[in-house]
């Protein structure tokens, strides 16, 4: 039996979203959460209210859980190759990546308030199989199949560091930039690339 999924990438964003700026609200009073179209927040009336302004950047990329059944007790996570591409343009613009998974095995128990794992992608693959499935238990004991170059699971205390240490500030336009870069660096190949489709990250601005 293969593992499935009961929510797609979007509605786990939602619940990302409220878990990330909790955690980070305790060292920053201005947090700003986007889903980046060019035509909306990289459009000249968004550039004209960031006039002046440096952010720091956080790159997050939403993991659907899978599980054999509902109610299981674990959760499966795939950490697609394309992933580690972004990771890779996001480090050179000094964006740190997240992976964030709702620790739900259910659709009944994905609540606002759901327990998430969080993990740092870094460049790199993993041999000829680059893609990584990382098995985690709803309670959050048991995490198995991280390898390089994932990090994880984060605490708290970790996610506060790598945000304080290892997001370079940059002006809007610089941030814009890198959006753009690791954007298409997280789309399939061929064709498809053209077509714009693939694995989307929204982004955490911190004003600076």
């Known amino acids: 039996m293969k593992a499935?999924?009961?929510?797609?990438?979007?509605?786990?964003?939602?619940?990302?979203?409220?878990?990330?700026?909790?955690?980070?609200?305790?060292e920053h009073r201005s947090l700003i959460p986007i889903f980046f179209w060019k035509t909306r927040e990289g459009s000249r009336t968004a550039t004209q209210g960031m006039l002046g302004q440096h952010v720091r950047l956080l790159t997050v990329f939403?993991?659907?859980?899978?599980?054999?059944?509902p109610f299981a007790q674990t959760v499966l996570m795939k950490v697609n190759s394309t992933l580690f591409d972004a990771a890779g343009a996001a480090t050179d613009y000094g964006s740190p990546v997240l992976?964030?998974?709702?620790?739900?095995?259910?659709?009944?128990?994905?609540?606002f308030d759901v327990?998430?794992?969080?993990?740092?992608?870094?460049?790199g693959h993993?041999?000829?199989?680059?893609?990584?499935?990382?098995?985690?238990?709803?309670?959050?004991?048991?995490?198995?199949?991280?390898v390089a170059p994932v990090e994880g699971p984060l605490d708290t205390r970790e996610i506060l560091r790598i945000a304080r240490l290892d997001a370079t500030s940059m002006s809007w336009d610089k941030a814009v930039e890198a959006i753009i870069e690791i954007r298409r660096s997280s789309t399939t190949d061929g064709y498809w690339r053209f077509r714009g489709t693939g694995y989307r990250p929204f982004f955490l601005l911190i004003p600076s």
């Open 4 to 26: 499935t999924s009961f929510v797609n990438e979007h509605s786990v964003e939602y619940v990302l979203v409220n878990h990330l700026v909790a955690m980070l609200s305790q």
């Open 62 to 69: 939403a993991r659907r859980p899978k599980v054999l059944q």
């Open 99 to 111: 992976a964030g998974i709702p620790r739900s095995s259910s659709l009944l128990n994905f609540t």
């Open 115 to 123: 327990a998430c794992s969080w993990f740092r992608l870094l460049p």
């Open 126 to 146: 993993c041999g000829a199989n680059a893609d990584v499935e990382i098995s985690v238990s709803v309670d959050g004991s048991v995490t198995t199949g991280v």
